[in-house]
């Protein structure tokens, strides 16, 4: 199938176009909603300004195409290669992107809010003040990917990879990162408090001047993180490891914090902290 041959078809009131192979293909500004482009090949096509709404586009190939201000509301991405994709500014509230490959796509400034990403890919994507709560990444690669200012509140990251990933500034109130693996990553300024991090690995992160008040940080692995001046008020760290830890001019007022894993020698005038360790 050549463009011509798929307007033709498309005016004629067809709307599946499963199978079908546009390499290069321009769709710039149309109406796409509701179309079942199911396993087709469509990479380096242009989708800026387009609304897919509602379309099946499970298994897609849509690789290096351009979708800047897509319109992409409960589209189905499962499988979907969308690798390198230019997705920046795009509305895709409620998507599946379930087991999706999104690795090296661009997503700055995007709305995922209340996505299915479960097992999906983005290792080294953009996803620089992406708009993401209730957004759910569980089991999700987000290896080396850009966070910083994004908002995360209430999402789920559970078993989630973000190693080596940057996250200033990122809000993550509330998320849920059960055994989520950050190790490396930079999230200074971030605010992920009342956020559940149990058994997560926050080894070598930079939490400098981040908020985690009333976090559940219990079993986590923190080796050699970097907390100075962060807002550790209320948290619970009970069997948290914090062996190497910089905790100067933290706030630990009511923390829950054993001494078993702790490096006292990193921490500067404990007593004024307020510790609540247990006996």
Same mark, same amino acid.
């Given at each position: ?20 192979? %546009? ?12 179309l ?5 090949h469509l ?15 499970? =298994?897609? !190939?849509?690789?290096?195409?351009v979708?800047?201000w ?14 390198? @994709? ?7 509230? @409620? ?10 796509a ?16 983005f290792?080294?994507a !953009?996803l620089w ?22 908002? %995360? ?9 973000? =190693? ?12 849920? %990162? ?8 930079? %999230? ?6 009342f ?5 997560? !690995? ?28 962060? !807002? ?7 069997d ?8 100067? =001019? ?16 990193r @921490? ?12």
């Open positions: 199938m050549d463009i011509q041959q798929f307007w033709e078809q498309y005016h004629s009131s067809q709307r599946r176009f499963s199978h079908i192979r %546009l390499p290069h293909a321009a769709f710039c500004g149309a109406n796409l909603s509701g079942d482009f199911s396993y087709s990479p380096c096509a242009d989708l800026i300004w387009v609304d897919i709404s509602g379309a099946n586009l499970t =298994g897609i !190939n849509l690789q290096e195409s979708a800047i897509l319109q992409g509301l409960w589209t189905d991405f499962h499988w979907a290669d969308l690798r390198g @994709m230019d997705l920046s500014c795009a509305n895709l509230q @409620m998507a599946d992107f379930t087991s999706a490959n999104l690795s090296r661009k997503l700055a400034g995007a709305d995922i809010s209340d996505i299915s990403a479960q097992d999906a890919c290792k080294e !953009n003040g992406v708009w993401a709560p209730q957004a759910d990444f569980g089991g999700a690669c987000l290896q080396n990917v850009n966070l910083s200012g994004g908002n %995360l509140s209430g999402a789920c990251l559970v078993e989630a990879e973000l =190693g080596w990933s940057q996250l200033l500034k990122t809000v993550g109130a509330r998320s849920n %990162l059960t055994s989520v693996c950050l190790e490396g990553s930079d %999230l200074s300024g971030a605010d992920f408090s956020a559940c991090l149990q058994r997560a !690995n926050l080894s070598a992160t930079n939490w400098q001047n981040a908020c985690l008040q009333s976090a559940d940080v219990r079993g986590a692995d923190l080796r050699g993180a970097d907390l100075q001046g962060a !807002n550790l008020g209320n948290a619970d760290l009970t948290a490891d914090v062996t190497g830890a910089d905790l100067r =001019g933290a706030n630990l007022q009511g923390t829950v914090l054993f001494e078993d894993h702790c490096d006292i020698d @921490m500067t005038q404990p007593n004024s902290w307020g510790l609540g360790i247990p006996g």
